[in-house]
């Protein structure tokens, strides 16, 4: 038994070895979609309109990243991906919020998503609110840039208000998620 013993944690830790080995033959000149789009943007790039910069293939914004006057000056200026999403209302994930609570509670809503896309912001630069619109049967929809924005914030409206969350995804990539309010949606989670 001794022996099986040592067989089994020789084989955990030889996975890593194997991981490893696996991403040899993978490639880094692999595109971001908005490098596919656009070409690669040359290093360090920073944003016009939101103030981001581009560091190591990423968009990125915060306290660490403090541009010195020699950066600025051998920087390209561009609008960054997201700037580009909102500007062209595009979006990658859709929210659509229906029942009681919306027309009762829509500010406390407005300002939960606001809170949420902060919060994301500050994380990820590309994850933004393209919209947040009321439609004319009283629904609200919010637009994001990206899938786990919209998923983050279904996730906070249903921690916060409760609610029935379904999700989804369709052919072109984009989320569409809706967060329903009200009695048809507590006998349909029942049933």
Sequence with gaps: M??????????????GVIRSL?????????????????????????CERCGAV?????????????????????AAWTTCPAC????????????????DLVASSAAALRRRIANVAARAEHTQVERRVV??????DGKLVVLTTSQK?????????????????TYRWSDDGSLEARLGFGVADKQKKRA
Aim: charged share 30%.
């Design 22 to 46: 696996a991403h040899q033959s993978t490639s880094d000149r692999k595109l971001h979609p908005a490098e596919r789009r656009g070409g690669r943007v040359s290093e360090p790039t920073l």
């Design 84 to 99: 580009v999403q909102v500007e062209n209302e595009e979006y990658l994930g859709r929210v659509t919020l229906d029942g």
């Design 2 to 15: 001794k022996q099986g013993k040592s067989v089994v944690r020789s084989q955990k830790g030889g996975k």
């Design 149 to 165: 924005l919209a998923h983050r914030i279904v996730h906070e409206l249903k921690k916060a208000f409760g609610g029935r969350a």
């Design 54 to 74: 581009l560091v190591r293939r990423s968009w990125r914004r915060g306290g660490d990243l403090k541009p010195s006057h020699t950066m600025l000056a051998g």
């Design 131 to 136: 919209s947040v619109d009321r439609t004319a």
